[in-house]
């Protein structure tokens, strides 16, 4: 079917003040036009969104952050006459379509803002009218086979048959800038997401373990942040790799070894609170879910995060490895990180799992933490 326009909603951007609305409005309309080439109107609550090419547009709003669903669309002038005429030519193309047809049941629904010398009721009666003409199917208002939409403003009518879900969220880039910490395993690309979806930039920090990981690990994670630059239209992620292999030397040779797991989460902490504050950043972003791994008992994360000056979010925090795979599916990481990379050699065979603050400060006094931290975040400039 050829379209006019393409209606989009936002949702939670409407509750906010109409300053912030209309910067969020603003910084949405940025991120749509750099998804490909299109014009944009926006006018209370709705943005109309005028493509080159439609189905480039319909295949890249669900991954535009801040959308909660948009309509391919067709417009007319806000009278009878011309709403009888253009959904008359709707309707032919929905049964060439065979989206409709004589044995279906169907409901008009229409929305009206502005001032006109007819009711909502009255129009929707009357387009109601037109189609059961056309083609001679019953109304059902309850539950209807097929739903025909009717947007009816001062000037302009525009008509629709389906509503395509967006993402939600906030516009990426309306939250400032975090540090998040992305392997190529699971968890973290989904809390990289959904950090997006809250409308933040992302600085992605990863951390190359070779010679503890292999380079499979080192393309899955290039293939995952492909993934989610698609989500980031507008504000693209930027990517930084530190060189960690001789960080976890020194802690297999110089501290505990049940200690090796605690001391690298808590070194990749501390080289993120580095690169926060070298990139302006306001957070630290990690996958951890409460007890799904030993670095991630409540006593280690306690232990490992407690000198780390920025918030650290872990928006996975109170979910199960179930719930986190449901969201890596839909994005489109999870086959990726699913797919076996060899582990990290590292991993002692009894890490630690209750990790007290002060063990943890004498573990890395003994590989003097400082010094390697510091060194790590020499190679990520470098």
Request: aromatic share 8%; charged share 25%; with cysteine.
């Amino acid at each position: 079917m050829k379209h006019s326009l393409i209606i989009a909603r936002y949702g939670e951007v409407g509750l906010k003040s109409p300053r912030v609305r209309s910067r969020f409005e603003r910084k949405l309309a940025h991120n749509i036009k750099s998804a490909f080439d299109c014009e944009i109107d926006i006018n209370q609550a709705r943005i109309f969104i005028f493509p080159e090419d439609f189905d480039e547009a319909i295949a890249k709003l669900p991954k535009i952050f801040g959308i909660v669903s948009f309509s391919p669309a067709i417009s007319t002038h806000s009278n009878f006459e011309d709403v009888e005429i253009a959904l008359n030519s709707y309707t032919n193309k929905l049964i060439e379509e065979k989206l409709l047809n004589e044995d279906m049941s169907f409901a008009v629904r229409c929305r009206r803002v502005g001032s006109h010398d007819f009711s909502s009721q009255e129009i929707a009666a009357f387009a109601g009218s037109v189609v059961v003409k056309k083609l001679g199917c019953s109304v059902n208002l309850t539950n209807p086979d097929f739903e025909i939409f009717l947007e009816v403003r001062e000037n302009e009518t525009y008509i629709f048959h389906e509503k395509i879900k967006g993402p939600g969220g906030l516009p990426i880039g309306t939250q400032g800038k975090v540090v998040s910490l992305i392997s190529s395993g699971i968890d973290s690309p989904v809390a990289t997401y959904l950090m997006m979806k809250r409308g933040c930039e992302i600085i992605a920090l990863h951390f190359d373990n070779d010679p503890f990981t292999s380079q499979k690990g080192e393309e899955q994670f290039k293939e995952i942040i492909e993934i989610l630059n698609s989500y980031s239209s507008g504000v693209y992620l930027k990517t930084k790799i530190a060189k960690y292999g001789e960080y976890l030397q020194k802690t297999k040779d110089l501290a505990p070894e049940k200690m090796t797991c605690v001391l690298c989460k808590s070194g990749m902490y501390k080289i993120a609170n580095l690169v926060a504050e070298k990139e302006n950043a306001l957070g630290i972003v990690d996958g951890s879910s409460v007890g799904q791994v030993a670095s991630q008992t409540l006593q280690n994360i306690l232990a490992t995060r407690e000198d780390v000056d920025f918030p650290i979010l872990s928006p996975l925090i109170g979910m199960d490895k179930v719930e986190i795979e449901k969201i890596a599916k839909k994005i489109g990481t999870f086959d990726i990180s699913s797919t076996a990379d060899g582990g990290c050699s590292a991993v002692p065979r009894y890490p630690e799992t209750k990790a007290t603050i002060d063990r943890v400060h004498d573990a890395k006094e003994a590989m003097n933490q400082k010094e390697e931290v510091e060194k790590v975040f020499k190679s990520i400039y470098d």
